[in-house]
């Protein structure tokens, strides 16, 4: 069982930045890939960035390349996603998520965290 507690987001103006982060619970958490996604009001939930065991390697959705970076530190259990240059369009509720490697779906979720960003 994993546990994921979502922080960091909150109100900004367009072209600002924050980092949200993602603790997780248990002595495991190198064991599980690890993503964000978002889902904005009326709209489906997207995959945003994810990343693999190690923090080797990394994935993005095409509208936040060159903006947004995923890392992790598996010493602190933890995974973060910068935001930088941050648009309107982003304003969505931001979740994290774990998959155990080897399998296809992610298992565990967070509450997730707000994040607006205003024109």
């Known amino acids: 069982q994993v546990q994921l507690e979502e922080s960091g987001g909150g109100l900004v103006q367009a072209g600002d930045s924050l980092r949200l982060s993602c603790a997780a619970s248990?002595?495991?958490?190198?064991?599980?890939?690890m993503a964000w996604f978002r889902q904005a009001p009326g709209q489906e939930r997207e995959s945003v960035a994810s990343?693999?065991?190690?923090?080797?390697?990394?994935n993005y959705a095409d509208s936040v390349k060159g903006r947004f970076t995923i890392s992790r530190d598996n010493r602190k259990n933890t995974v973060y996603l910068q935001m930088n240059m941050l648009k309107p369009e982003d304003t969505a509720s931001y979740y994290c998520?774990?998959?155990?490697?080897?399998?296809?779906?992610?298992?565990?979720w967070g509450q997730g965290t707000q994040v607006t960003v205003s024109s």
């Open positions: 998520a774990a998959r155990f490697r080897g399998t296809d779906n992610y298992q565990y």
């Open positions: 248990g002595r495991t958490f190198n064991m599980y890939i």
């Open positions: 990343i693999d065991l190690t923090g080797r390697h990394t």
